[in-house]
């Protein structure tokens, strides 16, 4: 009985979206014709920050989904969210010749972004955020770069550990230079 209840514990904490967000037909000729594939990329998140990616190819669609999802699943990271909707602050990045800028948005902008970004912003629980890709429209060169971009993000929380402050410190110091900085002009 305890283990029933162990197990569904385990369930509703394991409560991933999944994302299909590209598949590719490959064909390799060989010498008795053409073998064709199926190569699929996916993103899983959970909706509360956390999220990855994974690409799998197999003879069949339903399989190649399946090893993609898997290997998201394994590779998932967690992300700093704002008030859980919104990212902490402007970022870029970049792989290969993708490159993606997001941006902060304030409450009710919605996500936008397109494609690939799209996809990774709704599983990881982002509400609100302007995305742009530059450069390489490839899904895997953007679904990289957005990663690299997430990557770097820093909350208030790791910047305060990283100097042994309070939380409060560097929040209000950016705010009062921000408050300065609006008297200066007004001035």
Do not use: C, W
């Not at 550990?161 to 309070?166: E, I, L, Q, S, Y």
């Amino acid at each position: 009985m305890a283990q029933a209840v162990d197990r569904r514990k385990t369930e509703k904490k394991e409560e991933l979206v999944e994302k299909l967000v590209h598949i590719n037909r490959v064909a390799k000729t060989v010498k008795g014709g053409r073998n064709m594939s199926f190569a699929a990329v996916v993103v899983v998140g959970d909706q509360k920050g956390r999220v990855g990616f994974g690409s799998g190819k197999a003879a069949e669609v339903p399989e190649a989904i399946t090893k993609a999802t898997n290997e998201a699943k394994k590779n998932m990271v967690r992300i700093p969210l704002r008030e859980g909707r919104t990212l902490h602050h402007d970022v870029q990045g970049h792989f290969g010749a993708g490159k993606v800028v997001l941006r902060t948005a304030p409450a009710g902008t919605g996500v936008i972004a397109g494609g690939p970004m799209r996809a990774i912003f709704e599983v990881l629980g982002v509400q609100d955020v302007v995305a742009k890709s530059l450069g390489s429209n490839n899904p895997y060169n953007m679904i990289k770069a957005t990663f690299d971009a997430l990557l770097s993000i820093n909350s208030p929380r790791m910047i305060a550990a990283k100097r042994g402050k309070k939380v409060g410190d560097i929040v209000s110091r950016r705010e009062t230079a921000a408050g300065a900085k609006l008297e200066k002009e007004e001035a």
